[in-house]
């Protein structure tokens, strides 16, 4: 039963309107994607004060225009590494809890944590995203075997994991695959299917996020034409993928890519481990102070920490 913290959180989203939000069409749709542009152009206030406190060290690199942090337990040498790709729909920045969520990864998987902050839209496509997040994770290939390397998104991050899975596979076929991927409400076929969009029209009434049209409407802004084929992983071939973690909230529209994604992972021999959170909301793990969040995040340890060499 959720908590009355999370209840209330719940509730607040509710009355803000969130889902409404980015619910826009037209020329209001123009105007969030430029407000969106300008929100990506401020620097990441960045929780130092946390991070010294819970004893991390933090290095800003500078990957081809983009920042990128690498984050480990200070004095240490980790064994694994894990790529963080953060959420927001490819348009919204990320924020402090993202580097917190980093630094409590790196403590708990005894791992070095890489957290780009990559191109996003309306300005960049999602080619350039990818090619963005490979070449951070080509520099980690040259410090950690490939089995030792986990891949961790939330929401859009989560969709990216497997595009970037998918674009390796089919451009650069010699580079090899992470050891695993951790899912948090990835979005797996933008946009999605007629019967996935049916039962997102039906989820839809739980979900204080994401409403369903923002697929529809965000798909051409990413990927067109040749491109689009990296925003559906459940329309392409994923054969050879590593095993995957997923999390899903049955109050988020997101759940509707569940069964479809369970069919395909068995088409294609992928290993899959579901993780449901009865009533919980879209990226329910990211409300760092609601119990349920706590839970959550100790599972996602645990699936970091699942197979490879450790």
Request: a positive charge; one cysteine or more; proline letters at 7%.
């Amino acid at each position: 039963m959720p908590s009355l913290r999370y209840k209330a959180l719940e509730k607040m989203f509710s009355l803000i309107g969130v889902n409404k939000m980015l619910d826009k069409e037209g020329e209001q749709w123009n105007k969030l994607l430029a407000d969106y542009s300008g929100k990506q152009k401020k620097p990441l206030k960045v929780p130092y004060k946390r991070l010294k406190k819970d004893g991390l060290e933090l290095i800003k690199k500078n990957f081809d225009g983009a920042v990128v942090y690498a984050l480990r337990v200070r004095g240490t040498k980790p064994k694994k590494a894990v790529l963080y790709l953060f959420g927001g729909g490819y348009i919204l920045p990320p924020d402090p809890g993202d580097l917190i969520l980093c630094g409590q990864i790196a403590s708990a998987c005894d791992a070095e944590v890489w957290f780009p902050i990559y191109p996003m839209a309306p300005d960049h496509r999602l080619i350039e995203t990818l090619e963005c997040t490979l070449s951070v994770y080509r520099h980690i290939l040259t410090r950690y075997g490939h089995e030792s390397i986990r891949l961790f998104g939330t929401s859009s991050g989560g969709g990216q994991a497997m595009s970037l899975c998918l674009y390796i596979k089919n451009k650069y076929p010699e580079i090899p695959l992470p050891g695993r991927l951790v899912l948090q409400s990835p979005g797996m076929q933008v946009p999605p299917s007629d019967a996935q969009r049916g039962k997102m029209e039906r989820l839809k009434k739980y979900d204080v996020m994401i409403p369903p049209v923002f697929f529809d409407r965000i798909a051409p802004v990413l990927a067109q034409g040749e491109e689009a084929y990296l925003l559906s992983p459940l329309l392409c071939d994923i054969s050879g993928f590593p095993g995957i973690d997923v999390f899903y909230g049955t109050h988020e529209v997101m759940y509707a890519y569940l069964d479809d994604l369970k069919a395909h992972c068995e088409r294609y021999g992928v290993p899959l481990c579901a993780h449901i959170g009865e009533g919980m909301m879209h990226c329910w793990g990211a409300m760092e102070f609601v119990p349920e969040a706590k839970a959550v995040r100790q599972e996602y340890f645990k699936a970091l920490n699942v197979g490879g060499k450790i």
